[in-house]
């Protein structure tokens, strides 16, 4: 396992710990938590409570933007994290606390897909600096499934990454190197994702290839 990984420190695990515990508390999400077996209909759209009013996320509990996410990749992470095939790996932190959130019927999932469809998309600011000269050599095989642009190809299944939270680009890029994303048998698009960063062998190679698709324009 490699050592620079940002959510190795303990003192961030609980850090961040008490920051999603005091979202749950306020969007009143633990009664719902702990008492899921006899829930009553429900209000499936608390989601602004930690990916920000507008959707466009909260660095704070490192949840990312979801406003002009892709309703098929939004469709497929709240699947996989209700199937338990991500947000699994006792290190992730972030993705447990997003999991019990992803309790969720077909027609909740349908409905959060067509509101958050609807919201209004601005690009997230940039927050992370790299050598963009060589994160531009480093997305070249990245480009081959996120596209030249970094704005998606739903026909390989992956994401626009231009626009989305810098941060959160770093840390599920750390998370697919160490393992603690892509990694489940049934997770077919994540693994094929974990199979390609090789070329990230470092902290900085990982902040230099997210500077480079800072560079790029998002849609
Ligand atoms: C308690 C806080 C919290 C709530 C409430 C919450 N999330 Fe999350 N969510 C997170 C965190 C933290 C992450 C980052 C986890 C990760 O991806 O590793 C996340 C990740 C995600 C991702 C993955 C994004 C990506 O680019 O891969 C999606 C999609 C998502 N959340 C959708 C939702 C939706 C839809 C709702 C409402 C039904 C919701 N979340 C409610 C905290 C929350
Ligand atoms: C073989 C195709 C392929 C290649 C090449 C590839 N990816 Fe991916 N990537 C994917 C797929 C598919 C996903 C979605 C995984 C999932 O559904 O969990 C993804 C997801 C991601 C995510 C998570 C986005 C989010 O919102 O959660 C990041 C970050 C990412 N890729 C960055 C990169 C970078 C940087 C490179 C180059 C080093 C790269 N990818 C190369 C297919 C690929």
Redesign the pocket.
Same mark, same amino acid.
């Given at each position: 396992m490699l050592s620079f990984v940002p959510l190795d420190g303990r003192h961030k695990i609980w850090r961040l710990a008490t920051r999603?515990l005091a979202?749950?508390a306020v969007?009143q999400?633990i009664p719902y938590t702990y008492a899921a077996a006899e829930r009553e209909p429900y209000d499936?759209?608390?989601?602004t409570?930690?990916?920000g009013t507008d959707g466009r996320g909260n660095e704070g509990?490192?949840? +990312?933007r979801?406003a002009g996410?892709e309703d098929w &990749?939004?469709r497929r *992470?709240?699947e996989n994290?209700r199937a338990g095939i991500r947000?699994y790996h006792p290190m992730?932190t972030?993705?447990i606390?997003?999991r019990p959130?992803?309790k969720?019927t077909d027609e909740s999932i349908a409905d959060?897909v067509a509101w958050?469809g609807g919201w209004d998309y601005r690009p997230a600011e940039s927050t992370i600096e790299g050598d963009v000269q060589s994160g531009e050599l480093l997305y070249g095989v990245c480009a081959t499934c996120h596209g030249m642009d970094a704005k998606g190809n739903a026909a390989m299944g992956a +994401?626009a990454l231009a626009g989305?939270n810098d941060w &959160?680009l770093v840390? *599920?890029l750390s998370?697919f190197v160490v393992g603690y994303?892509g990694r489940h048998e049934d997770d077919r698009y994540g693994q094929q994702m974990a199979a390609m960063v090789g070329t990230m062998t470092d902290e900085s190679t990982i902040r230099d290839v997210v500077a480079y698709i800072n560079s790029l324009e998002a849609r």
């Open positions: 999603i979202a749950l969007c999400l499936d759209r608390y989601c409570t930690c990916h509990i490192e949840a +990312p979801l996410m &990749y939004l *992470q709240l994290f947000g992730d972030a993705g606390a997003m959130m992803a969720l959060i958050v +994401p989305q &959160y840390t *599920q998370n994303r």
